[in-house]
């Protein structure tokens, strides 16, 4: 009678345990979630829409997706893409590859200007991680990054036209984090720049607008480090921005 006790009561004393143990693990990975959530707020959030808004201000430009290595070298070579250059304020992932280390006159101008702001505020470099990419190439990428963006249709990635840069986002404290969208949030109210904060890679991703090369020919940009709260811009943007371009589309 024992044995027959033990045999039938201890197994399911075991699988009891095993299934509280199981439900207690479920709990703890989706409170890991939750928190998780909570310590993901960027400003700018990853969105269909704003996919949509890049392509629709790639094909305002009239910028062709450039295709392969052929065009890449073509583009250089008349000058419509420019090399971004590491400098005292800015860096370049080493893992970049060197021919890809290029984007339009505009991009440039942008990511210096950050760059030079960004180095006076905090004596340290943004880094580029990523500029100009084929379609050839992001086809490849999507292969094995199910969340890089399409190579084509209306929601393909801005890399494609060389607009749009990577910036690092890893290792930056939340102050430098702050400054870098409050500064995006000034350009993005203009209509100059379409952000997102990117969570798997933790990167900037920034689509530039021709506009910027204009409008900055009026500024002098960010002569003091942005205000706390996106509320009330600077001086300088408040006063011309009855000049700017009308905004992509629509702000984020």
């Given at each position: 009678m024992l044995a027959i006790f033990v045999a039938v009561v201890l197994p399911a004393k075991g699988f009891a345990l095993h299934r509280v143990d199981h439900h207690h693990r479920i709990l703890r990975s989706l409170r890991l979630r939750g928190v998780r959530r909570l310590l993901w707020n960027p400003m700018f959030r990853p969105s269909h829409d704003s996919l949509i808004r890049q392509n629709e201000e790639i094909d305002r430009i009239d910028l062709p997706r450039i295709q392969d290595d052929a065009e890449l070298e073509a583009l250089k070579a008349s000058g419509a893409l420019v090399p971004i250059e590491q400098s005292e304020s800015l860096k370049i992932e080493r893992s970049l590859d060197p021919s890809r280390r290029y984007c339009r006159p505009w991009t440039r101008d942008f990511v210096e200007d950050?760059?030079?702001?960004?180095?006076?505020?905090?004596?340290?470099?943004?880094?580029?991680?990523?500029?100009?990419?084929?379609?050839k190439g992001q086809k490849k990428l999507r292969r094995h990054n199910r969340n890089a963006a399409p190579a084509e249709g209306d929601t393909a990635s801005s890399h494609l036209a060389g607009v749009t840069v990577d910036l690092q986002r890893?290792?930056?404290?939340?102050?430098?984090?702050?400054?870098?969208?409050?500064?995006?949030?000034?350009?993005?109210?203009?209509?100059?720049?379409?952000?997102?904060?990117?969570?798997?890679?933790?990167?900037?991703?920034?689509?530039?607008?021709?506009?910027?090369?204009?409008?900055?020919?009026?500024?002098?940009?960010?002569?003091?480090?942005?205000?706390?709260?996106?509320?009330?811009?600077?001086?300088?943007?408040?006063a011309t921005a009855a000049a700017a371009p009308t905004p992509m589309s629509a702000s984020n």
């Open positions: 950050l760059s030079e702001v960004y180095y006076r505020q905090f004596h340290a470099q943004i880094q580029v991680n990523s500029a100009v990419r084929t379609v890893r290792g930056m404290s939340k102050e430098q984090i702050r400054f870098v969208e409050y500064y995006l949030f000034y350009l993005n109210a203009l209509g100059l720049v379409e952000p997102e904060e990117e969570r798997h890679h933790w990167c900037f991703h920034v689509m530039v607008s021709d506009h910027y090369s204009n409008w900055r020919q009026t500024q002098t940009i960010f002569p003091r480090s942005p205000v706390e709260e996106p509320g009330a811009a600077p001086a300088n943007v408040t």
